[in-house]
């Protein structure tokens, strides 16, 4: 065990040593890296962000059915039923035609023409079903469900969900998509890129030291012995590739507080981002940092594994 022990130390303190001995490929491959994590949580930042304003977003937003006033409390029922059991349905709740006028004269109580309009004839406002969608990605299965013919025959006007509504909501939840892929494919190309950059420092390091490591093996070092320096210096690149990426957001976040706080571009809410980095700033540390070490690992352990094959001349 003490000997196992002995060995690890050994293996750590080379690659600490190779480190700083290849300064300058390690400063080219951590900046790859920097710009991979501080993409990664940006955008992690970011989906947050954008998930949180599509909630706000989602629970503003209903789709109500206007019954005609032939519909009985029997139908009525049966269809608040059917609308419940649907996955993509939140909630579903239900307006009289006097709970509807009510709801309307609330809504207009600052429009005298529009409440003297009202009051002028019979309430005419019909009986209404109020849903809210869990999710605007399933607002179509509420769609379908509501043009059904059975369904629409109970309707006395258009859901409100129809119109400009109706392209309204749909472009948000489109470049809501779009916004969120393009992310993901961002961190993954810049994640491949850095990969790449890490595997050919490695390599160029196993080269510049070939014949140090042929005469090591020649003495009858083992391969994990050879490949381990070389997997703790890049362990050390994204480790510390990591603390850089999110000191670099976090001192974003503090020189432009002030002005961030009132600030938002389109679904884009700073200040919502800025407490969402704040609230989470361990947990995303301890995300970098592993998504930092896996990096430099898995590059490493490919490099070595492609160009540690010496052997041993015949005699």
């Known amino acids: 065990m003490s000997r196992r022990l002995t060995t690890f130390g050994r293996i750590v303190r080379t690659g600490m040593v190779n480190f700083v001995r290849n300064m300058w490929l390690a400063i080219a491959a951590m ?6 994590l501080t993409i990664i949580l940006f955008s992690v930042i970011v989906n947050a962000t954008f998930s949180n304003t599509v909630q706000q977003i989602t629970n503003k937003i209903d789709v109500s059915l206007y019954l005609k006033d032939s519909v009985t409390p029997a139908q009525t029922q ?21 709970q509807a006028l009510q709801a309307y004269q609330q809504q207009n109580a600052g429009n005298q ?3 003297q309009a009202i009051t002028e004839i019979d309430n005419p406002l019909p009986a209404t079903v109020r849903i809210k969608p869990t999710d605007l990605n399933k607002i179509n299965q509420i769609r ?7 369904v629409a025959a109970l309707q006395s006007d258009p859901a409100s969900d129809s119109g400009d509504r109706r392209a309204a909501i749909d472009k948000i939840t489109h470049a809501t998509n779009i916004l969120r892929r393009a992310g993901v494919i961002a961190v993954l190309v810049f994640a491949t890129i850095s ?7 490695i390599q ?45 957001i976090n001192a974003v976040f503090i020189t432009a507080s002030s002005s961030l706080q009132a600030t938002s571009f389109g679904l884009l809410d700073i200040s919502y981002s800025q407490s969402f980095f704040q609230n989470h700033y361990w947990v995303l540390l301890t995300i970098q940092l592993g998504l930092g070490i896996f990096i430099g690992a898995a590059s490493s352990v490919i490099a070595t594994r492609r160009y540690l094959k010496f052997k041993t001349p015949k005699k």
């Open 144 to 150: 379908a469900f509501i043009d059904k013919p059975d």
């Open 31 to 36: 900046a790859i890296m920097i710009v991979t």
């Open 113 to 115: 023409q529009s409440l």
């Open 78 to 98: 049966t269809l608040i039923k059917q609308l419940k059991a649907l996955p993509s349905v939140a909630s579903v709740s239900y307006l009289t035609k006097d």
């Open 195 to 201: 990969v790449l950059i890490i595997f050919n420092t």
């Open 204 to 248: 160029m390091a196993i080269f510049n030291r070939r014949d140090e490591l042929q005469i090591m093996r020649l003495l009858g070092a083992s391969t994990s012995f050879i490949r381990g320096p070389f997997v703790v210096e890049a362990i050390i690149y994204g480790i510390l590739s990591a603390v850089v990426s999110i000191l670099l």
